[in-house]
Every structure is written in C-alpha cells, then in structure tokens.
C-alpha cells in the first residue's frame, strides 16, 4: 500500500506565501507523475499543477507565475510554492501521484492525499 500525506496548509494574508508539501510513503517502485489539485466550497476539484517523472510542469492559468510545483526524487515529495496569495486561492489542497507499487508492477495507480486547506484572508 501507498500512501500519501500532505502539509504546510493554513491561514495566510493575502500576497502572502505557503509552501505544501506532500510526501509518498509505503511499498513504491516508482512514482510517475505528481500534481496539485484544489476544491473550494461548492466549486468541483480542479488541477493547479503538476510535474512529470522527467520535470515537466504545467499549471492552471488562474495560478501562473504565482504557484511552482517541484519535487525531490529521492523523498518521494512533491512541494508547491504559493506566492502572491489571493482570496480565490482558499480551498483545500489536495496531493495526487502515479505510483507503482512494488506489490503490483504492472500498472500506475492513482493515489491522493487526505488534503490541506489553505485560506486567504484579505
């Protein structure tokens, strides 16, 4: 089994700063790609970034050259850097990898996070 477990979540003023963290843990062979997602309160879940195993990246346009996605390989982490935080950025924030399981080899499965939520107070 994997699991994944996110941090760095909370409350910050606006133009302010947050840095998620989310780390995969357990029976993994490898971990292909990585991303970001975010539900607001009566809004669907929606992609915020995400990176290749090779480090490719892409982002929704409501967080371009505000929001980096990163990650260290060797933890099996993905981070997310939030810079210039906006009210609209408030939603819980949820941590989703490709992995495969070294109990299963012969496909990636999805796995997410339990979530973090950040606000945005003005």
């Known amino acids: 089994q994997v699991q994944l477990v996110e941090s760095g979540g909370g409350l910050v003023q606006a133009g302010g700063s947050l840095r998620l963290s989310c780390a995969a843990s357990?029976?993994?062979?490898?971990?292909?790609?990585m991303g970001w997602y975010r539900q607001a309160p009566g809004k669907q879940r929606e992609l915020v970034a995400a990176?290749?195993?090779?480090?490719?990246?892409n982002y929704a346009d409501s967080v371009k050259g505000r929001f980096t996605i990163s990650r260290d390989n060797a933890k099996n982490t993905v981070f997310l850097q939030m810079n210039s935080l906006k009210a609209e950025d408030t939603a819980v924030y949820y941590c989703?990898?490709?992995?495969?399981?070294?109990?299963?080899?012969?496909?990636?499965?999805?796995?997410w996070g339990q979530g973090t939520q950040v606000t945005v107070s003005l």
């Open positions: 989703n990898a490709g992995v495969r399981d070294r109990s299963f080899l012969r496909a990636y499965r999805d796995y």
């Open positions: 357990g029976s993994i062979f490898s971990i292909n790609a």
């Open positions: 990176i290749t195993s090779g480090g490719s990246t």
